[in-house]
């Protein structure tokens, strides 16, 4: 699996919009891309995910480039409880079923 | 109640001493996993199990032994714990399909090997 690269710490005022970055260059064509999360203490938690196109869901926005080689996750309005380590992970879809968690980037969300 | 659980959630051992962490999760996932993540560090995978009766090493395999006998379960044992094996121990048990993929995470298991 690709080795991604994130930033160790960001700061973001709350009720705006947290823009994570993530470079995986080295992507190929058939690996995902997938954010976690992690909550002080907690068990990290599924965020998103994609291939190509832009997606998004209830918790977030995950836009990655067209020549795949950075992605970014969009948390809209953030809030205090976003305050967490996010890690972006990319896998192959049919590869061995496990995840490799880098160092994530911790994420602060200021009132 | 669904979900995965952990037991117990905190334990302090000697070093040299057998210890077991267990994990039942109730949706039937075939997946299962075992990390660890020491202070200010992320995640590392010690061992996983593909169903019932297989399991793999992860990054971080030695000292430790798995069995799954039973799909809901998963236990972890630390044949002759050591005080590098402080940390806190993650479980998780895998949701996918063609266009899905989700491991969901047991709360942890703070253990400490004195």
């Known amino acids: 699996d690709a080795k991604t690269t994130q930033p160790t710490s960001m700061d973001c005022a709350e009720g705006r919009a947290a823009n994570l970055p993530c470079n995986h260059s080295t992507i190929s064509g058939n690996e995902y891309v997938y954010w976690y999360r992690q909550i002080h203490s907690q068990g990290p938690q599924y965020i998103i995910h994609?291939?190509?196109n832009n997606e998004t869901n209830e918790m977030a926005s995950l836009i990655i480039t067209e020549d795949r080689k950075s992605s970014t996750l969009i948390l809209p309005h953030a809030t205090l409880r976003d305050t967490a380590v996010y890690y972006c992970i990319v896998r192959v879809a049919q590869g061995a079923q496990k995840l490799v968690f880098g160092q994530g980037t911790r994420l602060t969300i200021n009132p | 109640d669904a979900g995965i659980t952990q037991s117990p959630r905190y334990k302090i051992t000697e070093t040299g001493r057998q210890v077991t962490l267990m994990c039942h999760q109730t949706w039937s996932h075939s997946y299962m996993f075992w990390y660890r993540q020491d202070l200010g560090h992320g995640l590392r995978l010690i061992y996983y199990?593909?169903?019932?009766?297989?399991?793999d090493k992860g990054e971080v395999p030695d000292g430790y032994v798995v069995s799954r006998s039973k799909t809901e379960n998963f236990p972890l044992t630390l044949e002759s714990a050591t005080r590098s094996q402080t940390s806190v121990y993650f479980c998780?048990?895998?949701?996918?399909?063609?266009?899905?993929?989700?491991?969901?995470f047991g709360p942890g298991t703070r253990l400490t090997v004195t």
């Open positions: 998780a048990s895998l949701a996918f399909s063609s266009d899905s993929y989700e491991q969901y």
């Open positions: 994609g291939l190509k």
């Open positions: 199990s593909a169903a019932a009766d297989i399991t």
